[in-house]
């Protein structure tokens, strides 16, 4: 079983920035996939990145250019860099993990953390 616990949510005016990080624990060599994923009030939960074993990171179109994942294998965390945040990026984020690359919808993925909230002001 793997565990993925999220931090760096909170609560920052546009324009400013976060870091969100998940830790993995757990049966972690079986991830192949971590990806975070959104979801705003009254709105479909959304992809926002995911990075392969291979590297592979495809973003959101809303998040191009502000947004970077990574991924430390030593310390089985994947981050998020979120840059010149805008009110529109005012979601729940959630980690997420597969056990494979499957594709980039929520039934994708094999693991949930339990969401962190970020809130951008304007």
């Known amino acids: 079983q793997v565990q993925l616990v999220e931090s760096g949510g909170g609560l920052v005016q546009a324009g400013e920035s976060l870091r969100l990080s998940c830790a993995a624990s757990g049966s972690i060599f079986r991830l192949n996939t971590m990806g975070w994923f959104r979801q705003a009030p009254g709105k479909q939960r959304e992809l926002v990145a995911q990075v392969t074993s291979g590297g592979t990171t495809p973003y959101a179109d809303s998040v191009k250019g502000r947004f970077t994942i990574s991924r430390d294998n030593v310390k089985n965390t994947v981050y998020l860099q979120m840059n010149s945040l805008r009110p529109d990026d005012t979601a729940v984020y959630y980690c997420?993990?597969?056990?494979?690359?499957?594709?980039?919808?929520?039934?994708?993925?094999?693991?949930w953390g339990q969401g962190t909230q970020v809130t951008v002001s304007s």
């Open positions: 997420a993990a597969a056990k494979y690359y499957r594709g980039s919808e929520g039934s994708d993925f094999d693991y």
